[in-house]
């Protein structure tokens, strides 16, 4: 089977591998991870105008309309640079979530500037004693004089520091873990009644803590459909763009510690040339091959029943396998591999978020196997 890009997708990786050459060293990543949102506002700025942000969107709605393989390609490019710019949570999980959801009204007064990088939103749905699948919410809405009452807590909202407005789950009928009864909700940053903590995860990214006490939501706000369909729907692209940058990130940091093997010398020899070492590499070589090969099956059943199935067996591989890699390459590395002085430790922080959020490997080989809603 030929998996070569296109042309179009040709042109969409080097754009996006022109953007981390221009814009990313080492020095300039640690600096956009200190700014308040643990990002740069001006490179965020830039992806919109190259139409990055908008790529993932429907044609129809101003976008280019990616498919699984255009997604992949921008993420794998995008963690291959370890960029640190929130596109998986903010535009392919919210932002898709928001456009599959909201009304014509809503869409009129926030997909423009979405889709240029003005506003950005910040998904809200885990809560604290969810224990695997995406049914468990508390948080509640309640009709009121033709509006809607929420109360509750998120305080796992990924990419959410400095979010315009988050898109928060509640339940409207059903004890918390029932799998009907859940509805979203578009909730504008500054809402009376909202308050925020923001906090860093393990990456250096910010998450937000949210809470809602007595939120007055107006009834046009009350987003389309299934709450947690469509959660899971957007899910499944999310999923394939994170273990698209795991890859990326994977074949970034070990190609470093390859370089450093080959130069780094222990008793008169490059490290490299000890079988010992060359069999550890040998093994994560071989990982890297079979995460390409499970990502690539996900990619050939876009559009099929099969589809998110294959992204969550890719998943559930990844998450397992990259941070596995990123601690065989900071062990190569000794004592500097988990300083931020390296790519290798930056990288392998990014990892593991990447695998344990929104759920860890053993959710996703559920899923896999059907067993998870």
């Not at 393990?202 to 959660?231: C, F, N, P, Q, R």
């Not at 069999?279 to 990619?299: C, F, K, P, T």
């Amino acid at each position: 089977m030929n998996f070569d890009l296109n042309e179009d997708e040709e042109m969409l990786k080097a754009l996006t591998e022109r953007f981390v050459t221009d814009h990313y060293d080492h020095d300039s990543r640690r600096a956009f991870l200190a700014e308040p949102g643990g990002f740069s506002s001006a490179n965020w700025e830039l992806l919109g105008e190259l139409g990055l942000i908008a790529a993932p969107f429907p044609e129809d709605l101003g976008g280019l309309g990616l498919d699984a393989t255009g997604i992949a390609t921008v993420f794998e490019a995008l963690g291959r640079g370890l960029v640190v710019e929130p596109l998986a949570e903010a535009v392919v999980m919210a932002g898709r979530l928001f456009a599959a959801t909201a009304s014509d009204a809503l869409k009129d007064e926030w997909l423009g500037d979405l889709l240029t990088g003005g506003r950005r939103l910040a998904l809200a749905h885990a809560e604290a004693k969810a224990r695997g699948g995406l049914a468990w919410v508390e948080t509640s809405a309640t009709a009121q004089d033709g509006d809607w009452l929420l109360a509750g807590s998120k305080p796992y909202c990924a990419a959410g520091g400095g979010a315009d407005a988050f898109i928060v789950s509640a339940r409207i009928s059903g004890p918390p873990g029932d799998t009907a009864g859940i509805a979203l909700f578009l909730v504008p940053a500054g809402t009376p009644g909202v308050s925020t903590h923001d906090w860093h995860m393990a990456d250096g990214s910010v998450a937000t803590s949210l809470t809602l006490d007595e939120v007055t939501v107006s009834a046009d706000h009350k987003l389309s459909g299934d709450g947690l369909a469509a959660i899971a729907a957007a899910g499944d692209l999310a999923a394939l763009a994170r273990s698209a940058e795991a890859l990326g990130i994977m074949e970034r940091i070990f190609a470093e510690t390859i370089d450093y093997l080959r130069t780094r010398d222990q008793f008169g020899s490059a490290l490299g040339s000890f079988q010992a070492i060359q069999h550890r590499m040998v093994a994560q070589y071989a990982a890297i091959e079979q995460s390409r090969a499970l990502l690539n099956l996900a990619l050939v059943s876009w559009a099929s029943d099969g589809f998110a199935s294959a992204v969550h067996g890719a998943r559930a591989y990844i998450a397992e396998a990259s941070v596995t890699l990123g601690h065989e390459m900071i062990q190569f590395h000794g004592g500097m591999g988990v300083t931020d002085e390296l790519a290798i430790g930056g990288g392998h922080k990014r990892l593991l978020v990447l695998s344990r959020w929104p759920e860890g490997p053993l959710a996703a080989l559920d899923r896999y196997a059907g067993l998870l809603n």
